[in-house]
């Protein structure tokens, strides 16, 4: 089972500024089948990046995903204040799939 | 409109059963592999189970293998989780999530591109 480690756990930031959330896997996730969801309170996931990079349709291009291996991160150019909610990595090359604890974003 | 509806979930005993059951609309359900995911109380996500888009191939969570069973209906558009033995830290939110990859594609499974509301399982006494 491959474990995710997020970090920061909250990350405290403006409107406007940019957020960088990191993922680190404990072994190599295979052809990058790494994803990103957004988790807003009393709501289901939503996925925004899958294969590490690519944009989910709808996604607005502040939101981008980077990374290969073992280590990955999801960045928010300019935060909106929608963007402020919990952020999940997820592995899905292997069974179990497994996600990360989550980085809470919270408005400063 | 993409449509995953979650129902079962109620309060339960310690060591019973239930049924979980996800309705699905506005897609090809047969054609896709589908999954339960649960979040605990102020907890994370966590996999549980996934079913390929023809029902032959099934994969649960080391926590719940051999207490939980996945299983579908493509004539229903219907997904289901029967589970059993059931724990106190089977409390959860339970999502279901429809795959993102078609079956013309040939792998099992991808990322999960959609997912219902969810539905409320407690496990106490």
């Known amino acids: 089972e491959i474990v995710l480690t997020q970090s920061p756990g909250t990350l405290s930031l403006s409107p406007g500024e940019r957020a960088t959330l990191s993922c680190r896997a404990s072994?190599?996730?295979?052809?990058?089948?790494l994803a990103w969801y957004q988790q807003k309170p009393g709501q289901a996931p939503r996925v925004l990046i899958y294969?590490?990079?690519s944009r989910a349709t709808g996604i607005p291009d502040r939101f981008s995903g980077s990374g290969s291996g073992t280590d990955f991160t999801l960045t928010i150019s300019r935060l909106e204040p929608e963007d402020f909610a919990v952020y999940y990595c997820?592995?899905?090359?292997?069974?179990?799939?497994?996600f990360g604890q989550g980085t809470k974003v919270e408005i400063k | 409109e993409v449509q995953l509806v979650e129902s079962g979930g109620v309060v339960v005993q310690p060591g019973g059963s239930l049924r979980l059951s996800c309705a699905a609309s506005?897609?090809?359900?047969?054609?896709?592999?589908m999954h339960w995911v649960r979040q605990g109380p102020g907890k994370g996500l966590e996999w549980v189970s996934l079913?390929?888009?023809?029902?032959?191939?099934?994969y649960h969570a080391d926590s719940v293998k051999g207490r939980f069973t996945i299983s579908r209906d493509n004539n229903k558009n219907s997904l289901y989780l029967q589970m059993s033995s059931l724990r106190a830290e089977d409390t959860a939110l339970y999502y279901c999530?429809?795959?993102?990859?078609?079956?013309?594609?040939?792998?099992?499974?991808?990322?999960?591109?959609?997912w219902g509301k969810g539905t409320t399982v407690t496990v106490s006494s």
């Open positions: 999530a429809k795959d993102s990859l078609n079956r013309r594609f040939g792998e099992l499974w991808d990322y999960m591109d959609v």
């Open positions: 079913i390929s888009w023809d029902g032959t191939s099934t």
């Open positions: 997820q592995e899905y090359g292997s069974s179990p799939q497994t």
């Open positions: 072994q190599s996730v295979s052809s990058n089948y």
């Open positions: 506005g897609f090809t359900f047969g054609d896709y592999t």
């Open positions: 294969g590490a990079s």
